[in-house]
T-cell receptor, first 115, second 108 residues
Framework: NAGVMQNPRHLVRRRGQEARLRCSPM?????VYWYRQLPEEGLKFMVY????????ESGMPKERFSAEFPKEGPSILRIQQVVRGDSAAYFC?????????????FGPGTRLTVL | KNEVEQSPQNLTAQEGEFITINCSYS?????LHWLQQHPGGGIVSLFM???GKKKHGRLIATINIQEKHSSLHITASHPRDSAVYIC??????????FGTGTRLQVFP
């Protein structure tokens, strides 16, 4: 049973380009969470999704950032027109989403560098 | 406001020492995670607990609901335990609120 997978592991973009980060949850997990870790800072919640639904996006910047978790395929975090301040590690976590057991398991992260 | 506070921020120890990292949180959590982040950056979930105590190898996590406090203990510490340890509270909204982390260095 593979763990949470994220790709790419490292992504370099120039200012103004788009970044697409992918997250495949663990098998059987229907809940996905995205977190961001800015350099020398702690982890911060961005968005919580279930299949085809955004449940909580209170941590997402109001502009340029979007997330989806389609019926088929991985969850995508999309950053349009990237700026240097978007450089960070982006972690995805998944959970089974059941009432009795909702532990989150983390992927290896995508390190985004904006030049 | 949902907050998580960790102490100490930095911790150094000699190999073999007993380590304790503390975490306090505000009311209303449904569970607490302890996570480990190695210098390479990957995050490993060590424990999720909502009451009592859990043990895995040399790691022990406890939580006191009344005092809103959790501790992570490492017995017989080893240089490979060097990492950042993060506590994260799971509130009813299902999103994790993270502490600032404790950077542990264990010297041989």
């Amino acid at each position: 049973n593979a763990g949470v997978m994220q790709n790419p592991r490292h992504l370099v973009r120039r200012r103004g380009q788009e970044a697409r980060l992918r997250c495949s949850p663990m098998k059987g997990h229907s809940h996905v969470y995205w977190y961001r870790q800015l350099p020398e800072e702690g982890l911060k919640f961005m968005v919580y999704l279930q299949k085809e639904n955004i449940i909580d996006e209170s941590g997402m910047p109001k502009e340029r950032f979007s997330a989806e978790f389609p019926k088929e395929g991985p969850s995508i975090l999309r950053i349009q027109q990237v700026v240097r301040g978007d450089s960070a590690a982006y972690f995805c976590a998944s959970s089974p989403g059941t009432r009795d057991y909702n532990e989150q398991f983390f992927g290896p992260g995508t390190r985004l560098t904006v030049l | 406001k949902n907050e998580v506070e960790q102490s100490p921020q930095n911790l150094t120890a000699q190999e073999g020492e007993f380590i304790t990292i503390n975490c306090s949180y505000s009311v209303g959590i449904s569970a607490l995670h302890w996570l480990q982040q190695h210098p390479g950056g990957g995050i490993v979930s060590l424990f999720m607990l909502s009451s009592g105590k859990k043990k895995h190898g040399r790691l022990i996590a406890t939580i006191n609901i009344q005092e809103k406090h959790s501790s992570l203990h490492i017995t017989a510490s080893h240089p490979r335990d060097s990492a950042v340890y993060i506590c994260a509270a799971l509130y009813n909204t299902d999103k994790l609120i993270f502490g600032t982390g404790t950077r542990l260095q264990v010297f041989p």
